[in-house]
């Protein structure tokens, strides 16, 4: 038999449960991200998209304690910022490769000039 004392903790009970696997379903989403992350782009990257997952969750729109929270989007939105990041640098790394090789050339332009 169930007592009013436990009755009324039930609802409580149920919902600290779907919490717990609600938590469990976000780590086991951020520690795939992040082991991903960390084996394609290494630590730092890793450790950057670690902080914007945990960033893109806060700004999510269910509450914290939805059943509704979609790990996968805040994910998505985490890779999006990974991929802004790592074809910037791949940019920024082709424009140096680009200055030298104008400063190479110009070298080697120099000298055939002034021949």
Do not use: C
Not at 30 to 48: D, H, M, N, P, T
Not at 65 to 73: C, H, V
Not at 88 to 114: D, F, G, K, M, P
């Amino acid at each position: 038999m169930v007592s009013p004392a436990n009755s009324m903790n039930a609802p409580d009970h149920f919902s600290d449960s779907v919490y717990e696997e609600r938590t469990h379903l976000a780590e086991r989403e951020l520690s795939s991200f992040i082991a991903a992350v960390k084996e394609l782009y290494g630590a730092e990257q890793a450790r950057i998209s670690a902080q914007d997952w945990l960033d893109e969750s806060e700004v999510m729109d269910s509450p914290p304690r939805s059943e509704l929270r979609n790990w996968r989007a805040v994910t998505i939105a985490a890779s999006t910022r990974l991929a802004n990041r790592v074809n910037a640098n791949a940019a920024s790394a082709e424009v140096a490769e680009h200055q030298q090789l104008i400063r190479r050339y110009r070298q080697y332009h120099r000298s055939i000039v002034t021949i």
